[in-house]
């Protein structure tokens, strides 16, 4: 099977790697020519592209044939209000490249739900009212529009794993605020699983949460990594009414026969 990747950092090169290691034809993009070179070194025929098509090579046939493309860039975070629809724009112009049965993986996050008390599900929100104000909700309800039930949603929690630890951001520092907080995270690993079993399943037209189940507190976690890293430790606030949400991922279990393999934190 022909797999696009858009985006070949820090998840979608091991992403592409592990799709060449099954057997599939693997093509990808990314934005600095340095790293063309090692892509194809790894059997990933590799496109110089960004999103908004500046100094882009000749895309012509390059993606065509493609069976199956993963999004996977991230929004700019730089970006204000007034470009709240140019992340949703350019995903829409690289979807347009691809053959008319192609169907799409797009990696969203988690933070498209609102930071308040509650237990997430992918029906948590509007997406469509979400969207007049959310960079992400803009994205999906735009894919959404144009791809149908040829795209499914991944909304990805945290991002942790291979030389991403989060400890480093907590160590020695004093009074955290939100100690009592719940930590929503996935390995690297659960998240290249997650998409690959989304291919191999052939499930279009969901969405789904893609995290671990354990919920430990901001204070609990981030204690325990800087413990494990050997680096200092961080003093929290311990609010009576922390502020935060649990990110549920039962539909990703079922309906995916899913099973992760980190499904703790202090797994990872």
């Known amino acids: 099977m022909k797999i696009a990747v858009v985006g070949l950092g820090w998840l979608g090169f091991p992403l592409a790697k ?9 093509v990808g993009s990314t934005r600095t020519l340095a790293k063309v070179e090692t892509l194809e070194a790894n059997g990933i025929e590799t496109i110089l592209m960004d999103a908004k098509f500046e100094n882009s090579q000749d895309l012509t046939h390059f993606f065509d044939k493609t069976a199956v493309c993963v999004l996977n860039f991230p929004p700019n975070r730089n970006e204000n209000a007034a470009d709240l629809k140019a992340y949703g724009m350019n995903a829409l112009r690289i979807a347009a490249l691809f053959p008319t049965a192609c169907k799409f993986i797009f990696v969203s996050s988690t933070g498209i739900y609102p930071d308040e008390n509650q237990l997430a ?6 997406r469509n009212l979400l969207a007049q104000h959310h960079t992400l909700a803009f994205a999906e309800s735009a894919l959404d529009t144009l791809l149908g039930n040829r795209l499914t949603i991944v909304r990805m929690a945290g991002l942790i794993g291979e030389q991403r630890k989060l400890s480093v951001f907590f160590s020695g520092r004093e009074n955290v605020p939100n100690g009592n907080a719940p930590v929503n995270l996935i390995h690297q690993v659960d998240c290249i699983r997650i998409i690959e079993q989304i291919i191999s399943k052939n499930c279009w037209g969901e969405t789904f949460n893609a995290c671990a189940s ?3 507190t901001r204070e609990a976690y981030y204690t325990f990594a800087c413990q494990k890293d050997g680096i200092a430790l961080p003093t929290f606030q311990a609010e009576s009414k922390p502020t ?3 990110i549920l991922n039962q539909k990703s279990k079922q309906m ?4 992760y393999k980190f499904d703790s934190p202090f797994l990872m």
Do not use: N, R
């Open 244 to 246: 935060g949400k649990v």
């Open 121 to 126: 599900d992918e029906a948590s929100i509007d």
């Open 214 to 216: 354990d919920h430990p």
């Open 256 to 259: 995916l026969d899913f099973e």
């Open 18 to 26: 592990s799709l060449v290691g099954k057997g599939h034809q693997v």
